[in-house]
Nanobody, 121 residues
Framework: QVQLVESGGGLVQPGGSLRLSCAAS????????MGWYRQGPGKERELVAG???????NYADSVKGRFTISRDNGQNTVYLQMTSLKPEDTAVYYC???????????????WGEGTQVTVSS
């Protein structure tokens, strides 16, 4: 069984910083892509940032220059460093992983339970 465990959310003032972490554990041969999505109040879930096993990254336009995604392949962990936070960044942030399970032909998409990020003065 595979689990994605997120941590690092919380309340921060505008202009502040937070770092989210997501650790994957279980029967994983290789994580292909890990990423962060978010869902704000009354909004649809959207991609924030993603990173491949080759460390290629992509970001939503709204966070470029402010957020940085990175990963530790040895620990199957992905991080999201968020700076210059704005009230519109308030959302539940979800970790996502696309990975090969017990064999290369078994490919799965898993989600974490989400962590709340609130940006408010």
């Amino acid at each position: 069984q595979v689990q994605l465990v997120e941590s690092g959310g919380g309340l921060v003032q505008p202009g502040g910083s937070l770092r989210l972490s997501c650790a994957a554990s279980g029967s994983i041969l290789r994580i292909n892509v890990m990423g962060w999505y978010r869902q704000g109040p009354g909004k649809e879930r959207e991609l924030v940032a993603g990173i491949t096993s080759g460390d290629k990254t992509n970001y939503a336009d709204s966070v470029k220059g402010r957020f940085t995604i990175s990963r530790d392949n040895g620990q199957n962990t992905v991080y999201l460093q968020m700076t210059s936070l704005k009230p519109e960044d308030t959302a539940v942030y979800y970790c996502h992983a696309n990975f090969c399970g017990r064999s290369w032909s078994e490919v799965y998409d898993y989600w974490g339970e989400g962590t709340q990020v609130t940006v408010s003065s």
